[in-house]
C-alpha cells in the first residue's frame, strides 16, 4: 500500500503485516491421456503463420482442432515474462531442429500462445526475440481460463491427435532446454506419457485463492475506501456472492447511489512473480470509483509506490467495468506490466457479478 494511504487507515494496519509474499499454486484442469480444451483464437500474428502450422490459408480464426498433423506443442508465455524471454530462444532452437529434420515440415507443430497480451504489440517482440514459430494472442485471459488458470508461465504442453481433437501428453511450468524440449518430444513419438519431475507442478484442486489478510481487515478498508469516495463515514454490509466471495455494500444518502467493495487475488503470469491482491470499489451503474493495493508488486517483486499508484489509479477511475480494455502503453505502472494487465483482467471479470449486485 502506498505510505499515504496507510494513515487512513492506521488502526487496522497491524491485522496486515502478516501478509505473506505469496504465489498461487499452479492449478491445471487436464492431466496427462485427458482430452486437452479445443482452444480458438480470431487469428494468428501473421498471415505466413498460418501456413507454418499446415493451415491452407492466410487469415481467419484458428482451433487447435483445425491444426493437421498428429503432434502439437503448445507455448503459453507473456512478453513482459522474465523467464519466457529465456524459453522462447530454447524453443526456437528447437523449433528449428524439427524444421531441419523434416525438411520444412516439423514433425511437431509448434505454436505460441502470448497470455494477457495485445496483439499489436507482438511482432516488435517476435523479432527482438526472433521467433519464427506461429504465435496466437489470449489478450484477455479467455483461452488461459480455460486450462483452469495454471498460473505461471513459461508453461510448455505436447499434445498428441487422438479421433479429431487432441489429448495432453506431458506438461511443464518454468525454463525448458531445448533438451527437455526434445526428451518430452521423443517420448511423445515413442507413444509415452512424459514423466513428471521436480520442475513440473502437478494439477491441484486446492489452490489457495483465499485473501491473505482477515475478513475484519477486509471489511474496515471497504469502509476507509466507502469514506474515500462518499466524503463520509458510511455504513457497511457484506453480501455474500458465492465463488465471487464477499462483496461490500454501502450507500450514499439523498442520492441513494450504491457503491459495493470488492477484494480480489490472481495468480501471476509468470513463475517468478508474486500473486495479485486488491480491493476497488465501483457504483451500481459499473463505473471504477476507486482502487487500493494490498499486494502489487512490479519488476523484482518490488512494491508498487506513491507514483506508480497515482498513475494507475488515476488511469482506471471513471472507466466502466464492460467496456474496460487494457492498453499496455498508457495503462501499465513501470515494469509491472502482468500486475497492471492482470488487475485490468479481474475488475472486468467483474461484469456477470454486476447484474447479481442488482438484484439484490
Not at 52 to 77: M, N
Not at 107 to 116: F, N, S
Not at 169 to 193: C, K, P, V, W
Not at 273 to 288: I, L, N, R, T, Y
Request: aromatic share 10%.
Amino acid at each position: 500500500m502506498n505510505p499515504s494511504r496507510r494513515r487512513s487507515w492506521a488502526p487496522w494496519l497491524l491485522l496486515l503485516l502478516w501478509l505473506p509474499a505469496t504465489t498461487l499454486a499452479a492449478h491445471l484442469d487436464v492431466v496427462p491421456g485427458q482430452p486437452f480444451p479445443n482452444l480458438e483464437f480470431p487469428s494468428l500474428l501473421d498471415p505466413t503463420d498460418y501456413e507454418r502450422l499446415g493451415l491452407d490459408r492466410a487469415e481467419g480464426p484458428v482451433r487447435l482442432t483445425d491444426i493437421p498433423g498428429p503432434y502439437l506443442a503448445i507455448e503459453f508465455f507473456n512478453k513482459s515474462c522474465r523467464p519466457c524471454q529465456s524459453q522462447v530462444r530454447e524453443m526456437e532452437t528447437y523449433y528449428q531442429g524439427l524444421l531441419a529434420a523434416g525438411a520444412g515440415t516439423p514433425a511437431i507443430r509448434v505454436l505460441a500462445v502470448a497470455v494477457g497480451n495485445q496483439p499489436e504489440y507482438l511482432p516488435k517482440y517476435r523479432l527482438k526475440r526472433g521467433m519464427t514459430y506461429p504465435i496466437a494472442a489470449d489478450p484477455e485471459f479467455e483461452q488461459w481460463r480455460r486450462l483452469g488458470e495454471p498460473g505461471r508461465t513459461p508453461f510448455t504442453v505436447f499434445l498428441r491427435r487422438e479421433g479429431d481433437g487432441w489429448v495432453l501428453n506431458s506438461y511443464h511450468f518454468g525454463i525448458q532446454g531445448r533438451d527437455r524440449l526434445a526428451e518430452n518430444a521423443a517420448a511423445m513419438l515413442a507413444g509415452r506419457e512424459a514423466p513428471v519431475d521436480g520442475l513440473d507442478v502437478p494439477p491441484s484442486a486446492d489452490r489457495d485463492e483465499e485473501m491473505p489478510i482477515s475478513p475484519e481487515a477486509l471489511e474496515s478498508l471497504a469502509e476507509v475506501l466507502f469514506e474515500r469516495v462518499g466524503g463520509r463515514k458510511l455504513p457497511v454490509e457484506a453480501l455474500d456472492m458465492g465463488v465471487h466471495g464477499i462483496v461490500y455494500r454501502t450507500r450514499i444518502p439523498l442520492s441513494g447511489r450504491r457503491l459495493y467493495a470488492r477484494a480480489a487475488t490472481r495468480a501471476p503470469v509468470c513463475e517468478v512473480c508474486h500473486a495479485v491482491e486488491f480491493m476497488f470499489v465501483f457504483d451500481d451503474v459499473g463505473v471504477v470509483l476507486t482502487f487500493e493495493p494490498i499486494q502489487v508488486t512490479k519488476y523484482g517483486n518490488a512494491f508498487w509506490n506513491e507514483e506508480d499508484l497515482e498513475h494507475f489509479t488515476n488511469r482506471l477511475r471513471g472507466r466502466r467495468i464492460d467496456d474496460l480494455k487494457f492498453d499496455s502503453e498508457v495503462d501499465t505502472v513501470t515494469s509491472a506490466t502482468m500486475t497492471s494487465a492482470l488487475i485490468y483482467d479481474e475488475v472486468r471479470r467483474t461484469r456477470a457479478l454486476l447484474e447479481r449486485l442488482r438484484d439484490r
